[in-house]
């Protein structure tokens, strides 16, 4: 199984709570689409983003390209202000959980996950995974918008690139 996990690509910098992407957000986006023709990321098999418009932005101009519909799923939204630490990580493993349960995974023809989600999600997952690679190094603590993370995922999570759309 392929899984590429994505920080939203820029936002606009108005303070409202559901921004869309800027300018940039939106070439970010249309530069994944190039990523994935260019066979830079695996072309994706499923498509997953949070509620919010910013994570459905990024993912919209490659969904199109795919002809795949994009699942848009609470467990992918920002951590809440109410919201435990614990009740965060939770619903991150449940996420986990579901996704790898409900989609077959195949040594053939493996699928490829894209989730496209926010900084504090990403951050938790590093801490949840078991991967080949030490994710607590500094490198990876950094998430700006469009940062990405591929891996190849079989009995661990094997980091195949880190970087940005």
């Known amino acids: 199984m392929n899984f590429i996990l994505f920080r939203h690509a820029e936002k606009k910098s108005e303070l409202v709570a559901d921004s869309s ?26 498509l997953f983003c949070s509620p919010r418009k910013r994570t459905k932005e990024t993912l919209s ?13 609470p467990l992918l939204d ?42 504090d999600w990403a951050e938790e997952f590093l801490t949840i ?14 998430w700006p918008s469009g940062q990405y993370m591929y891996f190849a995922k079989s009995d661990l999570w094997h980091l195949v690139d880190f970087n940005r759309l």
Not at 129 to 140: A, F, G, M, N, V
């Open 78 to 119: 920002l951590r809440t202000s109410p919201e435990s630490a614990k009740d965060f990580r939770l619903r991150i493993q449940e996420f986990m959980v579901g996704f790898q349960l409900d989609i077959p995974d195949s040594p053939n023809k493996p699928p490829t996950i894209y989730v496209c989600t926010h900084q």
């Open 21 to 46: 992407l800027s300018q940039q957000g939106f070439n970010q986006a249309r530069n994944l689409v190039q990523l994935v023709q260019n066979k830079k990321l695996p072309p994706p098999t499923h």
């Open 61 to 73: 101009f490659l969904a199109e390209h795919a002809h795949i519909k994009i699942t848009t799923s």
């Open 129 to 142: 995974i078991e991967s080949s690679t030490d994710l607590s190094q500094p490198k990876y603590s950094s």
